[in-house]
T-cell receptor, first 110, second 115 residues
Framework: AQSVTQLDSHVSVSEGTPVLLRCNYS??????LFWYVQHPNKGLQLLLK??????LVKGINGFEAEFKKSETSFHLTKPSAHMSDAAEYFC????????FGTGTSLTVIP | GAGVSQSPRYKVAKRGQDVALRCDPI?????LFWYQQALGQGPEFLTY????????KSGLPSDRFFAERPEGSVSTLKIQRTQQEDSAVYLC?????????????FGPGTRLLVL
């Protein structure tokens, strides 16, 4: 079985400071992992995807995530938060189907 | 079209009514998925099609929920005798290949409110 756990339901950062959204996974085999973002009243948008080609994955809008097998983690980071980053973020595990985490709501304070 | 489209975007139904939600996937995409997203929650898997074949319907919450994709493109999710607990956003996604390891492209969702 495969599942993902998002460790924080809500994260608040000041504009211009780093962002860290945490995700742990459990999988009995090499996982596929994704981060999606959902802005209010908008569809889910893919930020980045881990496919085992490289442990550090770069995505859109300056986001990146590092796959750490020893820690079973796939945390999402961004060096400097922008107001437009405020949204709901989902860590997703892919297997026979998609397994969504419960989401992390990111607030960016001006 | 350029992306996944869903219709209607909003649907209000009286308890007991039947509803039909439509999904137009990206042209040429083999796989199609339906998810249910309750308020403040992450999407939960409902069902999966590979072309016209429904390979997994383990997430459908009851036999009131039925999905089809008869020609391997457009899909319809039907909910019979709607209940208040069916109120949610219903998301459709498609992917070029098969299975849950491929990138899925999501539609904007249909927001269903059952009164």
């Amino acid at each position: 079985a495969q599942s993902v756990t998002q460790l924080d339901s809500h994260v608040s950062v000041s504009e211009g400071t780093p962002v860290l959204l945490r995700c742990n996974y459990s999988s009995s085999y090499s996982p596929s992992l994704f981060w999606y973002v959902q802005h209010p009243n908008k569809g889910l948008q893919l930020l980045l995807k881990y496919t085992s080609a490289a442990t550090l994955v770069k995505g859109i809008n300056g986001f990146e995530a590092e796959f750490k097998k020893s820690e079973t983690s796939f945390h999402l980071t961004k060096p400097s938060a922008h107001m437009s980053d405020a949204a709901e973020y989902f860590c997703v595990g892919g297997g026979n189907q998609f397994y969504f985490g419960t989401g992390t709501s990111l607030t960016v304070i001006p | 079209g350029a992306g996944v489209s869903q219709s209607p975007r909003y649907k209000v139904a009286k308890r007991g009514q039947d509803v039909a939600l439509r999904c137009d996937p990206i042209s040429g995409h083999v796989s199609l998925f339906w998810y249910q997203q309750a308020l403040g929650q992450g999407p939960e898997f409902l069902t999966y099609f590979q072309n016209e074949a429904q390979l997994d319907k383990s997430g459908l919450p009851s036999d009131r929920f039925f999905a089809e994709r008869p020609e391997g493109s457009v899909s319809t999710l039907k909910i019979q005798r709607t209940q208040q607990e069916d109120s949610a956003v219903y998301l459709c996604a498609s992917s070029l290949g098969s299975g849950g390891r491929e990138t899925q492209y999501f539609g904007p969702g249909t927001r269903l409110l059952v009164l």
